[in-house]
């Protein structure tokens, strides 16, 4: 996470599908920097890799909880933003980025498999984020980082779905940032280059290596290369940030 120094004292943070990956190491970069987290997982088959992260950040010192919900359950939704701020008093950032991904030709992916995609990155951040608003409208103040991908600008064969999936929420965030206007809330994404997480776990080893060629860098992103965006995003220095996109990628892809 280098030596980026970010002040989040007093700050309560969301962040979705955070009890793996990039989710996981963004929540304990917050909470390092001094926010209350909350680490949100989909449902029983994850509680246990969401309480490893929450212990992870109190045993370094840090405050969080884990917290259930499905981001594509609108009741589910709307009942743990309730919780947070009934326990905490006020949220100050929202991180969606909870999402899935699997690779199909498009000929090949089902419309069942399709809409799981959308509804995981696109549904879910939209439901989040309406989730938030009125708190973050009503304070006058708030941080929404969304996490999209570089493949929303390049595509990918065989991701058609997730890239479609990215692709909308660049545009939702824009769109959101018009809507905000003046408030002093502000909505940006991250578009993470290929990244060493979980999601690759079953990409074939020669798919990999094609990626990291094209790579200037020469390596895929280790997810400590892709957390200071989101610090950046969160913090003070990045107010006048609206509807952008930074992505650490390594050079693959220059937006």
Same mark, same amino acid.
């Given at each position: 996470?280098?030596?980026?120094?970010?002040?989040?004292?007093?700050?309560?943070?969301?962040?979705?599908?955070? =009890? %793996?990956?990039? +989710?996981?190491?963004?929540?304990?970069?917050?909470?390092?920097?001094?926010?209350?987290?909350?680490?949100?997982?989909?449902?029983?088959?994850?509680?246990?890799?969401?309480?490893?992260?929450?212990?992870?950040?109190? /045993?370094? +010192?840090?405050?969080? /909880?884990?917290?259930?919900?499905?981001?594509?359950?609108? %009741?589910?939704?709307?009942?743990?933003?309730?919780?947070? @701020? &009934?326990?905490?008093? /006020?949220?100050?950032? !929202?991180?969606?980025?909870? +999402? @899935?991904?699997? %690779?199909?030709?498009?000929?090949? @992916?089902?419309?069942?498999?399709?809409?799981?995609? !959308?509804?995981?990155?696109?549904?879910?951040?939209?439901?989040?984020?309406?989730?938030?608003?009125?708190?973050?409208?009503?304070?006058?103040?708030?941080?929404?980082?969304?996490?999209? =991908?570089?493949?929303?600008?390049?595509?990918?064969?065989?991701?058609?779905?997730?890239?479609?999936?990215?692709?909308? @929420? $660049?545009?939702?965030?824009?769109? !959101?940032? $018009?809507?905000?206007?003046?408030?002093?809330?502000?909505?940006?994404?991250?578009?993470?280059?290929?990244?060493?997480?979980?999601?690759?776990?079953?990409?074939?080893?020669?798919?990999?290596?094609?990626?990291?060629?094209?790579?200037?860098?020469?390596? $895929?992103? &280790?997810?400590?290369?892709?957390?200071?965006?989101?610090?950046?995003?969160? =913090?003070?220095?990045?107010? /006048?940030?609206?509807?952008?996109?930074?992505?650490?990628?390594?050079?693959?892809?220059?937006?």
């Amino acid at each position: 996470m280098g030596d980026l120094i970010v002040d989040l004292a007093g700050k309560v943070a969301v962040v979705t599908g955070a =009890s %793996s990956g990039i +989710g996981a190491t963004v929540a304990a970069a917050l909470a390092a920097a001094g926010a209350t987290v909350f680490v949100n997982y989909r449902g029983e088959a994850d509680r246990e890799a969401a309480l490893s992260v929450v212990n992870a950040v109190e /045993h370094a +010192g840090g405050s969080a /909880h884990a917290i259930a919900a499905d981001v594509t359950n609108e %009741s589910q939704v709307d009942g743990m933003f309730k919780q947070v @701020i &009934e326990q905490c008093g /006020h949220l100050d950032i !929202l991180v969606n980025n909870a +999402g @899935i991904a699997h %690779s199909a030709p498009i000929e090949s @992916i089902s419309l069942e498999q399709f809409q799981q995609v !959308l509804n995981v990155h696109l549904v879910g951040t939209f439901l989040c984020t309406r989730a938030v608003l009125p708190h973050f409208y009503a304070r006058n103040s708030g941080r929404i980082i969304n996490t999209a =991908s570089q493949l929303a600008y390049i595509g990918a064969p065989g991701f058609a779905h997730y890239t479609a999936a990215k692709g909308g @929420i $660049l545009s939702f965030t824009r769109s !959101l940032t $018009l809507e905000i206007g003046d408030r002093q809330v502000t909505a940006n994404c991250v578009a993470p280059g290929a990244t060493m997480t979980p999601m690759l776990a079953d990409v074939p080893e020669e798919v990999i290596s094609a990626i990291r060629a094209k790579i200037p860098a020469g390596r $895929l992103a &280790e997810v400590d290369d892709i957390v200071g965006a989101y610090l950046f995003l969160a =913090s003070d220095a990045a107010a /006048h940030f609206r509807g952008q996109c930074l992505s650490p990628n390594g050079g693959d892809a220059f937006l």
